[in-house]
């Protein structure tokens, strides 16, 4: 069985920090979609600029990208594939999706004042991450047919709302050691904080008693089917991440 860790995730949802984290936790090569443009820049004889803006144009360039994912799930192993696409070109890998909530993920996208992304307010950073997500969703729908956040193609969802990158990390290192042993373990880890907040299915139904919280999803949005009084417990316990599952 392959050693690889493919890391998906919201926009905002802290995939760089968790994966730095790994990279160190788990001993594996780490490897960034940004890395994987700059070695076919390189080899092309642009600049990553060059190569951006060469891939508006020309979709050949994105086939050279996802033909070196591809091959990387081929021909390497322990290693960390830092990339949104990368748990669709190499199946073998251990899929793992990182989910914010999508005002958390603007706050930490207009905190952190990337030199390439310039947003004058929060609410300018949640309105251009909605954007940008509807129109990643759309055209990854178009090139490959396939769906980011439907989140039964991953092995593991982490809701990174409320919780540091280091919990975030812990949760994924053990489920990947546990996964890589076939032993059971929660496909879904979600913060009591944002399930209080989510609606719920249906009137009454989500206080019905369960041990589990269940959730669906619709579009990449969550709601609360049933656990209710879990939620609750846990927030009063001040559990940081609660397991749930997908119904």
């Known amino acids: 069985m392959k050693h690889i860790v493919t890391l998906s995730g919201d926009i905002g949802g802290g995939k760089s920090s968790v994966a730095h ?4 936790t788990l001993g594996f090569q780490l490897i960034s979609a940004g890395g994987i443009q700059r070695e ?19 979709r050949s360039v994105d086939d050279k990208i996802d033909s ?14 830092d990339s949104r696409l990368a748990w669709h070109f190499i199946p073998a890998a251990y899929k793992v999706f990182l989910s914010v ?12 004042s990337r030199s390439d992304e310039f947003h004058g307010s929060l609410a300018e950073a949640l309105e ?7 129109l990643e969703a759309v055209r990854y729908r ?26 975030v990390a812990d949760i994924i290192e053990k489920g990947f050691r546990v996964h890589h042993d076939s032993l059971p373990y929660p496909q879904l880890w979600m913060s009591p904080k944002r399930l209080l907040a989510l609606p719920k299915v249906e009137q009454g139904s989500a206080d019905a008693a369960t041990d589990l919280v269940e959730l669906t999803a619709r579009e ?3 709601h609360v089917a049933s656990g209710a009084a879990v939620i609750s417990a846990a927030i009063r316990d001040g559990t940081a991440l609660l397991p749930a599952r997908l119904v």
């Open 101 to 112: 909530d999508p005002l958390v993920g603007a706050e930490r996208v207009f905190e952190a």
């Open 220 to 222: 990449g949005a969550f």
């Open 128 to 134: 251009n991450n909605l954007a940008r997500t509807r």
């Open 68 to 81: 070196h994912t591809k091959k990387l799930g081929e021909t390497s192993d322990r290693i960390i594939v």
């Open 142 to 167: 178009t090139l490959y047919g396939i769906e980011l956040r439907d989140y039964r193609n991953y092995d593991l969802v982490v809701d990174t709302s409320h919780v540091s990158p280091q919990t």
């Open 21 to 24: 984290i790994l990279e160190t």
């Open 40 to 58: 076919i820049a390189a080899s092309m004889g642009l600049t990553t600029l060059q190569l951006n803006e060469w891939s508006v144009k020309d």
